[in-house]
Each structure stands twice: as structure tokens, then as C-alpha cells.
């Protein structure tokens, strides 16, 4: 009986240690993420002036969409997800196979291609910045070397947004190249071997084996990218100062950062992060509804 007892007072005390690591956690976690949330939810309902918060409903919402800004940053945002994905999404995808079916060298070209993922994003955009110089920039000196004429990149509304979405695929393309890497790795290589006896060329490898297998790290992939590019601000501002040429490059998050920061409207801030969150939210849930079905 004894025995019994002090079996117990271990498993308890056990438990205990286990919560309280658990509890703290949740405590940061709820502190840090949650409650910025919740915080975010009440202040877009609000109006802050001169030290005195009064609720102010849903004008704060009414405010920012009769904003012309409003519409021109969720354009910019949605052809900046798109570009990227075409980018972003593909040309990992692309990389990932290519170096799966190498035979040699396999292990430099991963710290290669995995190399500018472990660069600070900063000094990766201010090199791309430089790339981008009109006067002595790489990029225009290539050009011009193959006899081709040079572009204003960054300052030119029609490249602006192009050049932005090149130097962050080149930023993040790492990450995304060694999981489906890994990926596909783990694809059993008897099933290349029956394509490969049926008469399956590579890219027909690809399309029928490549792809199915590794159909669940795509969408994945697909989401967490989608949602990443939507609240894309580190290489606008920095390459273009935010706005860009003719507003070419003010996204969505930026927008936010300018009411909050420079026109000191939190509410009006506020209001526009709980439009994107409903937006992202009702993706995913849309999502994972049509993901749900095709299985």
C-alpha cells in the first residue's frame, strides 16, 4: 500500500513539473500572439486622440476603405502573391528535382542554394539593391554586355514590382529547395524504376510519380507561401522606400505600418490588419475545405 502511495506522489509531482513547463509556455505563446490579436480586434473599433480612446464603431473601417491607397495596396499584394508563386512555388520545385537527380557534388549545391536563406534578409535586399543600380548595378551590366538594353528596375513602375518579387524569391527559394528535397527523397525508388521500364521519360517521371508523391508537401507549401506573400514588407520598404514609383510597390502590410507610424491613426491600422486576417483566415478555411474534398 505504501508503495502504491508513493508511486502515485511521483506520477503527480511528474505531472505537475510537466504542466508547469506547459503553462508557461502557453503563457508566452497567449501573450505574445494572442493577446496582440485580441488587442488588434478592440483598437480597430477605436479612435485614439490626444490621450483619450473613444469607440468609433465601425468607422475606422469606413475610413480606410474610402482610402484610394486601400484598393491600390491590395492590388499590388495580389500581384505580388502571384508573381511570387510563380517564382517561389515553381522554381524551388524545379531546383529540388534537379539536384535529386544529380549523382555528384549534391552536398555543395544544397549549402549553395540553401546559402542566401541563412544571409540577414536585410543585407540580402541592400545587395539586391545594388544589383538594381541604374548607373553601375550587376543586373544592367549584364545587359548591356549582351548587347541588350537596360531597365530602370526599381525605378520604373512597370519593373518596380517584378524586381521586388525576384530578389525575395532569391531571399527564401533555399527553405522551400531542401523540403521537397527531402521530399523526394523519400519516394521509393522502385516506383521510378517501373516508369522508367514502362518507356516514362523524365519529365513524365515527374508528372506522374514526382508529383503525386509529394502532393501533400505542395499544398502545404502553397498555403504557407500564399500567406506569406501577402504580408510581404521587408523588401518593398527597403528596396523602394514602401511606396515605390507611382505607389507601385505600397502593399497592404506597408499601408498598415504608414497609418499606425507615420499618420499616428492606430485605429485606422488596426482596422485594415483585421481585414487581412479575415481575408487569410478565409483562405485557409477555403483551403482546407477544397482540400478535404479532393481527398
Given at each position: 500500500m505504501a508503495a502504491i502511495r508513493t508511486s502515485t506522489r511521483q506520477r503527480v509531482r511528474q505531472n505537475l513539473t510537466a504542466h508547469g513547463f506547459l503553462l508557461g509556455a502557453l503563457l508566452c505563446f497567449g501573450y505574445f500572439s494572442w493577446y496582440p490579436m485580441v488587442r488588434e480586434v478592440v483598437m480597430s473599433f477605436q479612435k485614439t486622440k490626444r490621450g483619450r480612446t473613444t469607440w468609433v464603431g465601425l468607422d475606422n473601417l469606413d475610413r480606410i476603405v474610402q482610402d484610394p491607397a486601400f484598393w491600390q495596396a491590395w492590388r499590388n499584394t495580389l500581384l505580388f502573391t502571384v508573381l511570387a508563386l510563380l517564382l517561389g512555388f515553381a522554381v524551388p520545385f524545379v531546383v529540388a528535382v534537379l539536384l535529386n537527380e544529380l549523382r555528384h557534388a549534391k552536398a555543395y549545391l544544397r549549402v549553395l542554394v540553401y546559402l542566401p536563406v541563412m544571409m540577414p534578409p536585410v543585407a540580402s535586399v541592400l545587395l539586391f539593391k545594388y544589383f538594381y543600380?541604374?548607373?553601375?548595378?550587376?543586373?544592367?551590366?549584364?545587359?548591356?554586355?549582351?548587347?541588350?538594353?537596360?531597365?530602370?528596375?526599381?525605378?520604373?513602375?512597370?519593373?518596380?514590382?517584378?524586381?521586388?518579387?525576384?530578389?525575395?524569391?532569391?531571399?527564401t527559394m533555399g527553405g522551400a529547395t531542401l523540403i521537397y528535397l527531402a521530399a523526394l527523397q523519400n519516394i521509393p525508388g522502385e516506383l521510378y524504376e517501373a516508369a522508367e521500364l514502362d518507356g516514362a521519360g523524365l519529365l513524365r517521371r515527374i508528372w506522374h510519380v514526382t508529383v503525386p508523391q509529394t502532393r501533400l508537401i505542395l499544398s502545404l507549401l502553397l498555403l504557407l507561401q500564399i500567406v506569406a506573400t501577402m504580408q510581404v514588407f521587408v523588401e518593398p520598404f527597403l528596396l523602394t522606400g514602401g511606396n515605390g514609383p507611382e505607389g507601385s510597390t505600397t502593399t497592404v502590410v506597408y499601408l498598415i505600418y504608414q497609418y499606425a507610424f507615420n499618420f499616428d491613426n492606430y485605429g485606422s491600422a488596426s482596422a485594415l490588419g483585421l481585414v487581412m486576417l479575415l481575408v487569410l483566415a478565409g483562405f485557409s478555411g477555403l483551403y482546407v475545405r477544397l482540400s478535404r474534398s479532393a481527398d
Open positions: 543600380d541604374p548607373g553601375h548595378g550587376l543586373f544592367n551590366h549584364l545587359l548591356a554586355g549582351l548587347g541588350l538594353p537596360t531597365l530602370a528596375w526599381l525605378n520604373s513602375s512597370t519593373t518596380a514590382m517584378f524586381s521586388v518579387v525576384l530578389a525575395a524569391t532569391w531571399m
